[in-house]
């Protein structure tokens, strides 16, 4: 005669979450276990896509979504900062004047450079435009100023109203002030770039400034 053998009751999730759990510690200890090389070994396509984060400009990336690019290409995100061309430029560069109190500008074309002749506090220096900043309701203009700094100009395009116009009409700074348009509330590469470019390369030496 057979002895019935009766088990007791197990609850199928808890011995489910008990396995679960068990193999979870089992393959963190393994790869725990392991070397650098090993987990390069097993894992070799893994490695070789993610070792290197290369920018590849926005070409590439329409290559895998053409719906998104499309989206974006002309948009204001696009247009957050462009070279000074005949494509970005919506300024009026036609010999055209700004006068702000004391001072004045003069904005027009030499060949395929956009340039402004500024006069301020007594003294003249003329600028090539580089880049231009932004796309609407106002368009500013980036200028190279040396030593890396790159600068906006306070005098700012309207696209609604086509105007000239100052970003500080009430205001006189002096040429070494902080708030001047050459000082450091104006500077791009410290005020600015982080939401106006992709791929950004400060490259800021401190001595040196």
């Known amino acids: 005669m057979m002895r019935m ?4 009751y197990q609850n ?3 011995t489910v979450g008990f396995l679960m759990v068990s193999l979870a510690l089992f393959f963190l200890m393994y790869s725990c276990g392991q070397t650098g090389e090993d987990l390069k070994n ?3 396509d893994v490695f070789e896509v993610t070792r290197d984060h290369a920018f590849v400009g926005d070409q590439t990336c329409q ?3 053409g719906q998104e690019w499309d989206a974006w290409k002309g948009s204001h995100h696009d247009y957050a900062i462009g070279e000074a061309d005949d494509e970005h430029v919506r300024g009026d560069f036609e010999d055209a004047e700004f006068s702000q109190g004391e001072n004045s500008y003069r904005f027009y074309r030499d060949g395929q450079n956009y340039m402004v002749d500024a006069t301020e506090q007594g003294e003249s220096e003329t ?3 580089d880049y ?3 796309w609407e309701p106002l368009q500013q203009y980036l200028i190279n100023i040396g030593d890396g700094k790159i ?3 306070h005098i700012a395009w309207d696209t609604e109203e086509n105007r000239w116009f100052s970003l500080q009409p009430d205001e006189k700074y002096a040429s070494d002030d902080w708030m001047h348009w050459t000082g450091g509330s104006m ?11 992709t791929n950004l390369k400060q490259n800021y030496i401190a001595e040196a400034d």
């Open 12 to 14: 199928p999730i808890v």
């Open 127 to 129: 600028y090539t435009i």
């Open 42 to 44: 097993n894992n070799q």
């Open 187 to 197: 500077n791009w590469n410290t005020m600015c770039a982080d939401c106006h470019s």
């Open 132 to 134: 231009t900043f932004g």
């Open 63 to 65: 290559s895998c979504h």
């Open 151 to 153: 600068q906006a100009l």
């Open 5 to 8: 053998i009766q088990l007791p």
